[in-house]
Protein backbone atom coordinates (compact mmCIF):
# COMPACT_ATOMS: atom_id res chain seq x y z
CA UNK A 1 0.00 0.00 0.00
CA UNK A 2 1.43 3.22 -1.02
CA UNK A 3 1.70 5.31 2.34
CA UNK A 4 0.37 8.51 1.09
CA UNK A 5 -3.33 7.23 0.91
CA UNK A 6 -3.50 7.54 4.58
CA UNK A 7 -1.03 10.16 5.61
CA UNK A 8 0.17 9.82 9.34
CA UNK A 9 -1.05 13.45 10.19
CA UNK A 10 -4.66 12.08 9.27
CA UNK A 11 -4.29 9.16 11.99
CA UNK A 12 -2.37 11.33 14.39
CA UNK A 13 -5.80 13.65 14.01
CA UNK A 14 -7.89 11.04 15.28
CA UNK A 15 -5.73 10.14 18.57
CA UNK A 16 -6.92 11.25 21.64
CA UNK A 17 -6.58 11.10 25.31
CA UNK A 18 -9.05 9.67 27.03
CA UNK A 19 -8.23 8.18 30.58
CA UNK A 20 -4.43 9.17 30.38
CA UNK A 21 -4.44 6.78 27.26
CA UNK A 22 -3.95 7.26 23.57
CA UNK A 23 -7.39 6.01 22.06
CA UNK A 24 -9.02 5.68 18.90
CA UNK A 25 -12.72 5.85 18.48
CA UNK A 26 -14.68 3.20 16.89
CA UNK A 27 -16.11 5.85 14.99
CA UNK A 28 -12.91 6.96 13.55
CA UNK A 29 -11.34 3.46 13.29
CA UNK A 30 -14.84 2.50 10.90
CA UNK A 31 -14.12 5.75 8.86
CA UNK A 32 -10.11 4.73 8.05
CA UNK A 33 -11.10 1.09 7.41
CA UNK A 34 -14.03 2.76 5.24
CA UNK A 35 -16.36 0.29 7.15
CA UNK A 36 -19.74 1.08 8.95
CA UNK A 37 -19.34 1.22 12.90
CA UNK A 38 -21.55 -1.15 13.49
CA UNK A 39 -19.87 -3.42 11.33
CA UNK A 40 -16.57 -3.00 13.55
CA UNK A 41 -18.31 -3.38 16.77
CA UNK A 42 -20.42 -6.06 15.55
CA UNK A 43 -16.73 -7.77 14.86
CA UNK A 44 -15.24 -6.52 17.98
CA UNK A 45 -18.14 -8.18 19.40
CA UNK A 46 -17.65 -11.68 18.41
CA UNK A 47 -14.26 -11.69 19.37
CA UNK A 48 -14.86 -9.83 23.26
CA UNK A 49 -12.45 -12.28 24.24
CA UNK A 50 -9.90 -10.46 22.79
CA UNK A 51 -10.21 -7.14 24.38
CA UNK A 52 -9.39 -6.84 27.61
CA UNK A 53 -10.27 -3.38 29.21
CA UNK A 54 -6.20 -2.31 28.48
CA UNK A 55 -7.55 -2.96 25.12
CA UNK A 56 -10.98 -1.45 24.77
CA UNK A 57 -13.13 0.04 26.65
CA UNK A 58 -16.92 1.79 26.37
CA UNK A 59 -17.32 5.21 26.70
CA UNK A 60 -19.33 6.77 29.73
CA UNK A 61 -22.37 8.97 28.64
CA UNK A 62 -20.31 11.68 30.18
CA UNK A 63 -17.14 11.14 28.20
CA UNK A 64 -19.33 10.82 25.18
CA UNK A 65 -20.72 14.40 25.86
CA UNK A 66 -17.04 15.87 26.12
CA UNK A 67 -15.90 14.40 22.84
CA UNK A 68 -19.24 15.76 21.04
CA UNK A 69 -18.45 18.59 22.83
CA UNK A 70 -15.22 19.16 21.47
CA UNK A 71 -15.71 17.90 18.06
CA UNK A 72 -14.11 14.69 18.21
CA UNK A 73 -17.51 12.95 17.47
CA UNK A 74 -19.62 14.95 15.23
CA UNK A 75 -22.95 14.10 17.29
CA UNK A 76 -24.33 12.40 19.37
CA UNK A 77 -26.71 11.12 16.18
CA UNK A 78 -23.35 9.86 14.33
CA UNK A 79 -23.72 7.12 17.21
CA UNK A 80 -26.91 5.74 16.50
CA UNK A 81 -27.61 5.80 20.34
CA UNK A 82 -24.70 3.44 21.14
CA UNK A 83 -21.96 4.48 23.04
CA UNK A 84 -18.59 4.39 21.25
CA UNK A 85 -15.81 2.49 21.91
CA UNK A 86 -12.66 3.20 22.34
CA UNK A 87 -9.37 1.29 21.53
CA UNK A 88 -5.68 1.85 22.79
CA UNK A 89 -2.72 0.96 20.80
CA UNK A 90 -3.17 -2.99 21.86
CA UNK A 91 -6.78 -3.18 20.78
CA UNK A 92 -6.41 -1.29 17.57
CA UNK A 93 -3.65 -4.23 16.62
CA UNK A 94 -5.63 -6.72 18.27
CA UNK A 95 -8.30 -5.95 15.84
CA UNK A 96 -6.04 -6.83 12.49
CA UNK A 97 -6.80 -10.39 13.85
CA UNK A 98 -10.73 -9.74 13.96
CA UNK A 99 -10.74 -7.82 10.90
CA UNK A 100 -9.10 -9.91 8.58
CA UNK A 101 -9.36 -7.73 4.69
CA UNK A 102 -6.73 -6.33 2.79
CA UNK A 103 -7.74 -3.14 3.77
CA UNK A 104 -8.29 -3.73 7.56
CA UNK A 105 -4.63 -4.76 7.70
CA UNK A 106 -2.96 -2.19 5.80
CA UNK A 107 -4.57 0.75 7.94
CA UNK A 108 -3.61 -1.27 10.79
CA UNK A 109 -0.04 -1.21 9.81
CA UNK A 110 -0.34 2.25 8.76
CA UNK A 111 -2.32 3.10 12.63
CA UNK A 112 0.69 1.26 14.51
CA UNK A 113 3.26 3.10 12.51
CA UNK A 114 1.13 6.17 13.28
CA UNK A 115 1.67 5.08 17.39
CA UNK A 116 5.00 4.75 17.08
CA UNK A 117 5.78 7.78 15.33
CA UNK A 118 3.88 9.94 18.46
CA UNK A 119 5.61 7.76 20.78
CA UNK A 120 9.00 9.12 19.34
CA UNK A 121 7.99 12.26 19.11
CA UNK A 122 6.97 12.57 22.51
CA UNK A 123 10.20 10.75 23.81
CA UNK A 124 11.93 13.71 21.17
CA UNK A 125 10.44 16.37 23.15
CA UNK A 126 10.52 15.49 26.61
CA UNK A 127 13.16 17.93 27.47
CA UNK A 128 11.13 20.52 26.16
CA UNK A 129 8.00 19.69 28.12
CA UNK A 130 10.39 18.94 31.29
CA UNK A 131 11.66 22.59 30.83
CA UNK A 132 8.22 23.35 30.51
CA UNK A 133 7.46 22.30 33.26
CA UNK A 134 10.44 23.91 35.87
CA UNK A 135 8.81 27.13 33.74
CA UNK A 136 5.41 26.58 35.14
CA UNK A 137 6.69 25.84 38.77
CA UNK A 138 9.18 28.96 39.07
CA UNK A 139 5.82 31.02 37.25
CA UNK A 140 3.84 29.40 40.43
CA UNK A 141 6.56 30.45 42.87
CA UNK A 142 6.95 34.13 41.50
CA UNK A 143 3.63 34.46 41.46
CA UNK A 144 3.32 33.83 45.21
CA UNK A 145 5.76 36.04 45.89
CA UNK A 146 4.29 38.63 43.60
CA UNK A 147 1.11 38.40 46.22
CA UNK A 148 3.69 38.29 49.49
CA UNK A 149 4.92 41.78 47.84
CA UNK A 150 1.42 43.67 47.22
CA UNK A 151 0.25 42.12 50.90
CA UNK A 152 3.28 44.08 51.92
CA UNK A 153 2.33 47.12 49.59
CA UNK A 154 -1.27 47.11 51.20
CA UNK A 155 0.05 47.00 54.89
CA UNK A 156 2.58 49.87 54.16
CA UNK A 157 -0.25 52.18 52.54
CA UNK A 158 -2.57 51.28 55.58
CA UNK A 159 0.39 52.33 57.82
CA UNK A 160 0.99 55.39 55.58
CA UNK A 161 -2.94 56.09 55.99
CA UNK A 162 -2.84 55.61 59.55
CA UNK A 163 0.32 58.27 60.33
CA UNK A 164 -1.34 60.92 58.02
CA UNK A 165 -4.68 60.43 59.77
CA UNK A 166 -3.19 60.98 62.85
CA UNK A 167 -1.11 64.04 61.33
CA UNK A 168 -4.44 65.90 59.76
CA UNK A 169 -6.90 64.84 63.43
CA UNK A 170 -7.99 68.13 64.84
CA UNK A 171 -5.62 68.41 67.98
CA UNK A 172 -7.42 69.18 71.10
CA UNK A 173 -5.98 70.89 74.30
CA UNK A 174 -4.41 74.18 75.13
CA UNK A 175 -3.20 75.19 71.88
CA UNK A 176 0.31 77.36 71.20
CA UNK A 177 0.82 80.05 69.37
CA UNK A 178 2.93 77.32 67.11
CA UNK A 179 -0.40 75.16 66.51
Same mark, same amino acid.
Given at each position: ?? !? ?12 ? @?? $? ?8 ? @??? @?? #???? $? ?11 ? /???? /???? @? &? ?7 ? =?????? =? !? ?8 ? %??? #? ?9 ? !? =? ?7 ? %??? $?? /? ?23 ? %? #???? !????? /? ?5 ? #? ?17 ? &????
Amino acid at each position: MD !KSLIPEERIADKII @LL $REENVMIDFH @LAE @LY #ETET $RVLKQAVRRNIDR /FPDD /FMFE @L &TDNETEILV =SQNVIP =S !KKVLGGAKPF %AFT #ETGVAMLSSVL !K =SKKAIEINI %AIM $RT /FVMLRKMFYENREVLNRLDDFDKRL %A #EHDD !KILIV /FEYLKQF #EKAKQEVLSQKNRNKIGYK &TDDD
